[in-house]
């Protein structure tokens, strides 16, 4: 995936602009700023969930998955037919190494809606691996993870990239990835407009 020049928006309002980046099979990317700068932002606008305002986004189609601060989980189904649902859409069968990866096999039959928030977390993230896309758009991915589960999906994480994919990570936490690189979102913060100096505020 490629990124020149681009230029988001949040509400209407310019958060970033003239971000470039370039992320390569096998790497990890994490996003880097304080609250409010635009990694959310960022990762919807290039997951197509939103349109850029300006720039180019260069990458193959349907390429990408996106894991967002919701576990994106039918409460009424259980572990196990959540993780089907996702597997039919993307027409893939490996339920027992999706179960697996993320420490699943005995919730699998546990209605996902009776699961912690550390579970639904996990069952979230167990969707990735059956997507089989190459590249990964992950926001705060081990938001209400414990230890142990957090080193379940590095485990996860590491074997993606092992296998050629990639990810573009927002986080705020170390994650411990040798193999990761860091951007700073603040280069980009977009400029407020000058006031126009002919706008006369007594009218407010």
């Not at 958060?15 to 790497?27: F, I, K, P, S, W």
């Amino acid at each position: 995936m490629v990124v020149r020049d681009l230029s988001v928006a949040r509400g209407g309002v310019r958060v970033l602009e003239g971000v470039t980046l370039a992320l390569r099979a096998g790497q990890a990317l994490l996003l880097r700023g304080p609250n409010g700068i635009g990694k959310t932002t960022l990762l919807r606008t290039l997951a197509g969930l939103q349109p850029a305002l300006g720039g180019t986004v260069s990458l193959p189609p349907e390429s990408t998955v996106y894991a967002a601060h919701a576990d994106g989980v039918k409460a009424a189904l259980s572990v196990e037919e959540n993780l089907a649902f996702w597997a039919a859409v993307h027409r893939t069968a490996d339920l027992r190494a999706a179960l697996r990866a993320m420490g699943l096999d005995d919730l699998a039959t546990r209605r996902a809606g009776d699961l912690s928030a550390g579970q639904k977390r996990r069952l979230g993230l167990a969707r990735l691996v059956l997507t089989g896309r190459p590249i990964w758009l992950l926001d705060e991915p081990t938001v209400s993870l414990d230890t142990a589960s957090v080193a379940l999906f590095l485990d996860v994480l590491r074997g993606h990239l092992a296998g050629g994919g990639a990810a573009l990570i927002a986080t705020h936490i170390d994650l411990g990835l040798a193999e990761a690189s860091a951007l700073d979102l603040s280069l980009f913060k977009a400029q407020r407009p000058a006031p126009d100096p002919a706008f006369d505020g007594a009218f407010l």
